[in-house]
Nanobody, 125 residues
Framework: QVQLVESGGGLVQTGGSLRLSCVAS????????MGWFRQAPGKEREFVAA????????YYTDSVKGRFTISRDNTKNTVYLQMNSLKPEDTAVYYCAADPITIASLTSIDEYDYWGQGTQVTVSS
């Protein structure tokens, strides 16, 4: 079993930055595909960013391209989401997800086996 714990969320003004961290425990996740998703109030959970276990391939939803960066530090069993130029529409609970098998579609919620509890990001206008 893998446990994922997100941190780094908070309240920030429009245009500000936050860096989310997702620390994994239980097993090393260096060979896991990792993703970030978010869920705004009254909306479904949606894909934000993902990275292959090899670290060489990343994916982003169009609305965050050029503003968010996913990265990983396998020595720390941690995945990060650097979020810059934040907008009010980025307000949501952000979730980290992991899967030990190479996922066919990194953007699909159903592909991931492990999820964190989420961290709240609020962007004020």
């Amino acid at each position: 079993q893998v446990q994922l714990v997100e941190s780094g969320g908070g309240l920030v003004q429009t245009g500000g930055s936050l860096r989310l961290s997702c620390v994994a425990s239980g097993r090393t996740v260096s060979s896991y595909d990792m993703g970030w998703f978010r869920q705004a109030p009254g909306k479904e959970r949606e894909f934000v960013a993902a990275m292959r276990w090899s670290g060489g391939t990343t994916y982003y939803t169009d609305s965050v391209k050029g503003r968010f960066t996913i990265s990983r530090d396998n020595t720390k069993n941690t995945v990060y989401l650097q979020m810059n130029s934040l907008k009010p529409e980025d307000t949501a609970v952000y979730y980290c997800a992991a899967d030990p098998i190479t996922i066919a579609s990194l953007t699909s919620i159903d592909e991931y086996d492990y999820w964190g509890q989420g961290t709240q990001v609020t962007v004020s206008s």
